[in-house]
T-cell receptor
Framework: QKEVEQDPGPLSVPEGAIVSLNCTYS??????FMWYRQYSRKGPELLMY????GNKEDGRFTAQVDKSSKYISLFIRDSQPSDSATYLC???????????FGSGTQLTVLP | ETGVTQTPRHLVMGMTNKKSLKCEQH?????MYWYKQSAKKPLELMFV???????ENNSVPSRFSPECPNSSHLFLHLHTLQPEDSALYLC?????????????????FGPGTRLTVL
């Protein structure tokens, strides 16, 4: 079993839709949860990170962490064609431990 | 130049060639990383350098040899690669210290080098 599972998609939605991206994980010691966005031919860039459980909102993006279910989500409201990218979840136990990434979900927002 | 730059952007090499990938960060960071990204697979951390010292080697084959001459530059020397080594190689940098006390020292990624081994 992979430490972090992420549906690879591809996922296509119409412009304006609410998008839900998810990851599940098996390591209960994970405390830091990140979402990265990767455009084609670019490196990943950090969208949001959350420490421990709870929600975090930044503009049209909301990150949720449910540690009891070992499940994290990224919601995109009013999705735009410019949101078309691959979204990577990543997580870590913290301190000296490095990031464990999901395999990424490819999202296309159709105009 | 700003952020993290990588050269070359594309590289095709034979199995007997020797080549090097270069990464430079202009962010004043003191930790640098090499990752491998293969299609449909998670990013795999290869090496970590903190203050020019290698602090992590994730069981990477010896045909990959990293070098960090200073906190701004990172190289990956390639020798006798296999076709399965074809992938996107990403460099990243961050402030040292990783994750602690609820704080994440963000890793900033370069655009990557697309490597094809024939």
């Amino acid at each position: 079993q992979k430490e972090v599972e992420q549906d690879p998609g591809p996922l296509s939605v119409p412009e304006g839709a609410i998008v839900s991206l998810n990851c599940t994980y098996s390591n209960s010691a994970f405390q830091y949860f990140m979402w990265y966005r990767q455009y084609s031919r670019k490196g990943p860039e950090l969208l949001m990170y959350t420490y421990s459980s709870g929600n975090k909102e930044d503009g049209r993006f909301t990150a949720q962490v449910d540690k009891s279910s070992k499940y994290i989500s990224l919601f995109i409201r009013d999705s735009q064609p410019s949101d078309s990218a691959t979204y990577l979840c990543a997580m870590s136990e913290g301190s000296a431990r490095q990031l464990t990434f999901g395999s990424g979900t490819q999202l296309t927002v159709l105009p | 130049e700003t952020g993290v730059t990588q050269t070359p952007r594309h590289l095709v090499m034979g199995m007997t060639n020797k080549k090097s990938l270069k990464c430079e960060q202009h962010l004043g960071h003191n930790a640098m990383y090499w990752y491998k990204q293969s299609a449909k697979k998670p990013l795999e951390l290869m090496f970590v350098y903190n203050f020019k010292e290698q602090t992590e080697n994730n069981s990477v084959p010896s045909r990959f040899s990293p070098e960090c001459p200073n906190s701004s530059h990172l190289f990956l020397h390639l020798h006798t690669l296999q076709p399965e080594d074809s992938a996107l190689y990403l460099c990243a940098s961050s402030r040292a210290g990783g994750l602690a006390g609820g704080t994440y020292n963000e890793q900033f990624f370069g655009p990557g080098t697309r490597l094809t081994v024939l």
